[in-house]
Structures are given as C-alpha cells and as structure tokens.
C-alpha cells in the first residue's frame, strides 16, 4: 500500500517487530538511537542517560544480531 500511494522510495526494505523501542522519561521515542542500531552503527550512540530503560537498546542490538 505504501508502494501505491507514495511510491517505491517510502517502501521500507525491512520491517523489524520489537517488545519496546527506546524511550525518554517523558515518552518520546529515540529515533536516532533506533538509526544507529538500524545501520549497525553502535559503537557510538550518543548520550542515553534520558532512557527510561536503557536495557532496550541491548535487547534491540541482540535482535538485530539475529537478523544479520
């Protein structure tokens, strides 16, 4: 459907299914902490002491791990 009504451009290559995604406090999703993990780039990914449960981000490096 995305294909159809935006085009080929927005049609993500991988769609990855997850318990929980990295949030502040205060709820806001981390995007670009899910970008490094998404491009493999986790040696360096910035400040995370705003996480409200930094084990996700682990959880979320495992899983994609298993994908590779």
């Given at each position: 459907?995305?294909?159809?009504?935006?085009?080929?451009?927005?049609?993500p290559?991988?769609?990855?299914w997850?318990?929980?995604?990295?949030?502040?406090?205060?709820?806001?999703?981390?995007r670009?902490?899910?970008?490094?993990?998404?491009t493999g780039?986790?040696?360096?990914?910035?400040?995370?002491?705003?996480?409200?449960d930094p084990?996700?981000?682990?959880?979320?490096?495992?899983e994609?791990?298993?994908?590779v």
């Amino acid at each position: 459907m995305v294909r159809k009504e935006i085009g080929p451009i927005a049609t993500p290559d991988v769609l990855h299914w997850t318990d929980s995604l990295p949030k502040t406090r205060s709820g806001k999703i981390m995007r670009r902490i899910l970008r490094k993990i998404a491009t493999g780039d986790t040696s360096n990914l910035g400040d995370t002491s705003t996480l409200a449960d930094p084990s996700v981000v682990d959880k979320l490096i495992a899983e994609k791990a298993e994908l590779v």
